[in-house]
């Protein structure tokens, strides 16, 4: 930490519970990405779809992508023709672009479309489920294998499947399936069968009563994860999720109907090396967010309560990545409920805790039904981790400092490892003021980058080019709490400028804030007392120390601007003659009181150096209000609200 001769600093912090961090001596330094996130929230120039994305898988540094679109065209802005790609597209998942690999699903009546993909252990063979009746016109029935190195279908996979596949596994030589379908191979197979890599009916059942919308193969190759809409698995209760046998279908694990609700769907599934995590959707439920379930006993970890649709989950280094609609996950001190129908659609979570984690790009509803991403896949090339997202969007966070999708880009966009391009938000609401001489408090709001929630700041005095302090904070878009910095170097009299930056580990750095200015000479304040009147039953606040006639001194209250300050409002003190109540308000309209006894001074709106919070509250039963310090009111049962700040 730089001082000169004289500085020395005080750091407050207004919001209890803000969650930064200050170093003893040393300023700890950001992080390019604020871990345990291993990528940057800069969305990369991708090839687009002029369509859904509905499922996606990676091998190799290609990244497949499957849907219901018909082409593939440049990133928006940029020029070039249109490809044609009939539901299908393979992309170099380091440059966004389309490779040679030209596949077309298609189907002689209606619409085909792809809503799964997955790829072989040995990365040599991709397999595609959905509604389609051929591929580069060789028939198949709603299932396909193709060969990677060719880009042909395996003419050797054919298995009959009789509706849409939605979901599947490889492993083991043996390929899972989940759907609408109830007969594969000409035999009863209700939403969920195998088959072998040579399109054989394996004996494996899983029968469900209802639909079959996710699968997953555990690590070990030992059991099956099953997800989707159904209420049982083989005849047993088991309500959406289901962990079964990889060899027979036999139960491993049941979840009866009680551990997720009667609405509740799950559209995902992905693993690591310890656990599984799911995404869910619901109507009228707290469990439409993501659970995280441990693999050695299959119980659950954690569960968040967001609310709106999670469609796709992906799990990299320890971060549960999800793609959803979601509007409302304070129940994890995550952002409220979303003005205006708005959703945040890309999080992040540690998988081993729920906790929002400092990553929140986003896109936008786009078409269909409206809920973004759906589908996500990691991929890696020349030592670079990239993070693929497709869905229905039609737009995707232009900055890092867009609060919304505000950049024209379809169903593709994808994130890298690094390197991190974006700065954070210039810091806001910067002030200045001095409440005693010789001192200056400069209080500005946190900064917030999509990728990064610990940011340093950087505090620079007229004009200088050297920082007079600097300070590191954690902050979210929607938790942004105010920093104060006392300046201790400054002379009673004389008039300082402060101009303020936030920048990420990467030293991205933001624009210098709009300069602000104060004088070393302290506002002039006066002290504020609260009076009781016995006779009546009447509170009354007065800066005169005589009570103005009231019987009884209560204390002071604190001490508040005597002229207009800096970050402070007017208060007033008003009377209703009719029960002989006296009120302290800032409203300059008394709330609706018909006398306006006067200005009492000013008091602070946001917390200032050596400030607390005066509380007005009011007893029902005898009409009286009162004005004090103590946020349980002293008793009185009605809390009207925070005035604001008094000096101690």
């Not at 009546?109 to 591929?135: I, N, P, Q």
């Not at 139960?251 to 869910?280: E, H």
């Not at 300070?471 to 929607?478: D, E, K, L, N």
Request: aromatic share 8%; with cysteine.
């Amino acid at each position: 930490m730089r001082r000169s001769r004289r500085l020395t600093a005080a750091l407050v912090l207004s919001l209890v519970g803000a969650g930064i961090g200050i170093g003893a001596g040393v300023v700890p330094k950001a992080s390019a990405v604020t871990p345990p996130v291993g990528f940057t929230a800069d969305n990369l120039p991708t090839w687009q779809t002029n369509g859904i994305v509905w499922a996606m898988a990676q091998a190799n540094g290609v990244v497949f992508a499957g849907g219901t679109f018909s082409v593939v065209r440049p990133p928006a802005g940029t020029a070039g023709p249109e490809r044609k790609a009939l539901n299908f597209a393979a992309l170099d998942a380091a440059t966004g672009k389309p490779t040679s690999c030209d596949l077309s699903f298609t189907i002689r009546e209606g619409t085909a479309t792809v809503r799964a993909l997955a790829v072989s252990k040995d990365k040599k063979t991709l397999y595609a489920g959905g509604r389609f009746g051929a591929v580069n016109g060789v028939g198949v029935s709603n299932v396909a294998a193709i060969d990677i190195a060719t880009c042909r279908p395996k003419t050797s996979f054919r298995p009959v499947v009789n509706a849409t596949v939605r979901a599947l596994a490889v492993a083991n030589g043996s390929v899972y399936l989940g759907g609408d379908f109830t007969s594969v191979a000409g035999q009863a197979r209700r939403y969920f069968a195998s088959v072998t890599t040579s399109g054989a009916l394996r004996p494996w059942k899983a029968d469900a009563d209802e639909t079959g919308r996710a699968i997953e193969v555990t690590p070990d190759g030992n059991n099956v994860l099953l997800g989707g809409d159904f209420f049982r698995i083989n005849g047993a209760d088991s309500h959406a999720l289901a962990v079964v046998d990889s060899n027979r279908g036999t139960p491993t694990r049941n979840y009866p109907l009680g551990f997720f609700a009667a609405l509740v769907v799950v559209k995902d599934i992905t693993t690591d090396a310890t656990g599984f995590y799911t995404a869910s959707e619901a109507v009228g439920s707290q469990d439409e967010g993501r659970s995280a379930i441990s693999l050695s006993d299959f119980r659950q970890r954690w569960r968040d309560p967001c609310k709106g649709a999670t469609q796709a989950v992906e799990v990299h280094k320890g971060v549960v990545y999800s793609g959803s609609h979601a509007h409302d996950c304070s129940g994890i001190d995550g952002f409220p409920e979303q003005a205006n129908g708005l959703r945040q659609h890309l999080l992040a979570q540690s998988v081993n805790a729920p906790a929002l984690l400092g990553w929140t790009p986003d896109t936008n509803n786009g078409l269909g039904e409206g809920v973004g991403p759906r589908a996500m896949t990691t991929a890696s090339k020349n030592g670079t981790d990239y993070l693929w997202v497709g869905g229905e969007f039609t737009k995707v966070t232009g900055t890092s400092t867009s609060l919304y999708a505000d950049k024209p880009q379809q169903g593709l966009t994808r994130f890298a490892s690094g390197p991190d391009t974006g700065a954070p938000s210039v810091p806001q609401e910067v002030s200045a003021s001095s409440t005693r001489s010789g001192e200056i408090d400069v209080r500005w709001k946190s900064s917030f980058d999509h990728d990064d929630s610990k940011l340093t700041y950087r505090v620079y005095r007229n004009g200088s080019s050297t920082p007079v302090h600097t300070v590191t904070g954690s902050s979210m878009y929607w938790k942004r709490p105010q920093l104060t910095f006392t300046d201790t170097d400054v002379t009673p009299g004389s008039t300082y400028t402060y101009r303020i930056t936030a920048s990420d580990g990467s030293r991205n750095t933001s624009a210098l804030s709009a300069p602000v200015t104060a004088s070393g000479t302290a506002t002039a304040h006066v002290a504020l007392y609260r009076c009781y009147n016995p006779g009546n039953g009447d509170h009354l606040d007065t800066t005169s120390p005589n009570c103005e006639g009231y019987p009884n001194k209560d204390g002071r209250l604190g001490h508040i601007p005597a002229q207009q300050a800096p970050d402070a409002v007017a208060l007033y003190r008003c009377y209703n003659p009719r029960n002989g109540d006296h009120l302290t308000t800032t409203n300059p309209n008394c709330e609706g009181y018909p006398n306006k006894d006067g200005r009492l001074g000013f008091i602070y709106t946001t917390q200032v150096s050596g400030s607390i919070p005066l509380y007005r509250c009011y007893n029902p039963g005898n009409g009286d209000h009162l004005t004090t310090t103590s946020p349980n009111c002293e008793g009185y049962p009605n809390k009207d609200g925070r005035l604001g700040y008094v000096i101690r």
